[in-house]
């Protein structure tokens, strides 16, 4: 029978531990958020229509696109549109809006879901149409904005949405110039 030193075999096995939790630690991308069971996604989506149901209750209906922005955005621009990236050299704006399917999603609504604009008509007039970063409005506030097209479009800009549980509990305005 064969015996085993050890301080030779224990050595070893605590380098190798060491180094995997030291890999998996800090590998680019990885993040794990502590939830309470909660199922959490974030989409980036082009706003369709918003309907209220009898209940009062909200659905979005959207089309659900790609957006990448600086690097990663170069190199998708550059892989679907060759000749475009190379005459102007990247992304145009920095970002890349990539929709390869007009499939449309239908989402519920949190009834306390946050709403947060880039940019959209506060007065009627388009001369003061600006931007007013982040602005928290709210979601009655968004359906009646949403449903005002004379002055500003919002079906127009893209919106990243949260959704946990299956509602939709964050909608952000995405600006593009």
Do not use: C
């Amino acid at each position: 029978m064969m015996s085993i030193n050890k301080p030779k075999v224990v050595l070893p096995v605590l380098v190798l531990l060491f180094l995997s939790l030291i890999t998996t630690a800090s590998t680019p991308g990885t993040r794990v958020e502590a939830q309470s069971g909660a199922q959490s996604e974030h989409l980036t989506v082009y706003i369709n229509g918003i309907q209220k149901a009898a209940d009062g209750s909200l659905k979005l209906t959207a089309d659900p696109v790609e957006w990448y922005e600086g690097a990663e955005a170069d190199r998708i621009f550059a892989g679907r549109e060759p000749e475009a990236a190379a005459e102007i050299g990247g992304a145009p704006d920095g970002y890349y809006i990539v929709n390869d399917s007009d499939t449309l999603s239908t989402y519920p609504v949190a009834d306390n879901a946050a709403v947060t604009m880039q940019i959209f008509d506060h007065t009627g007039n388009i001369e003061d149409l600006d931007i007013n970063w982040n602005e928290s409005i709210t979601l009655q506030q968004f359906t009646e904005e949403f449903a005002q097209t004379d002055v500003f479009d919002l079906s127009w800009t893209p919106y990243h949405v949260t959704i946990e549980n299956g509602d939709i509990t964050s909608i952000v305005q995405q600006y593009i110039p």
